[in-house]
């Protein structure tokens, strides 16, 4: 069974609790031609609506596209002015701070120079690999610790 993108827009409208009508306010659109979108009977929405769907619902553009994330490829598959265009503002938010920029460069020109340390594209490849697990490691456990912090202070409270 396919699941259409108007179904996964119409599910994350439902979760979120928000009405056809409001949505169709928030993007700017009549409620008619959301219901057409959700009913896949419109299926040509601009890049423009999709984004904003994509940012007020907070739904993973790849899932939306049906791209498999499986796949070693799967970014070549989202244009990458969308996903540009998706990470732009929360980006932009974050290396507003000097001291995280200063941080974001250091890394990135360390992460650059391994490529000419390892002097392999395969090592390279690798080490990229275990780069992003170290991340998402690093990420999970500083989320788990936030949790804590954050249930402690509601127990205090």
């Not at 993108?5 to 031609?33: F, M, P, Q, T």
């Not at 007020?56 to 994330?69: S, Y």
Request: glycine share 4%; net charge negative; proline share 1%.
């Amino acid at each position: 069974m396919e699941i259409k993108v108007g179904e996964i827009i119409r599910a994350k409208r439902e979760e979120h609790n928000i009405s056809l009508g409001d949505l169709a306010k928030e993007l700017g659109i009549s409620s008619g031609y959301l219901s057409q979108i959700e009913n896949g009977k419109k299926t040509n929405p601009s890049s423009e609506i999709i984004l904003k769907i994509v940012e007020l619902l907070d739904i993973d553009l790849a899932m939306l596209l049906g791209v498999d994330t499986n796949e070693e490829n799967y970014l070549v598959k989202i244009p990458s002015l969308i996903k540009l265009t998706l990470a732009k503002d929360r980006y932009n938010k974050v290396l507003e701070e000097q001291d995280v920029l200063k941080q974001y460069c250091k890394l990135t020109e360390s992460i650059f120079d391994a490529k000419y340390l390892l002097d392999d594209h395969n090592l390279y490849r690798m080490f990229l690999n275990d780069m992003l697990a170290e991340v998402e490691s690093l990420a999970k456990r500083y989320m788990s610790i936030k949790k804590l912090i954050d249930d402690k202070l509601h127990s205090e409270a």
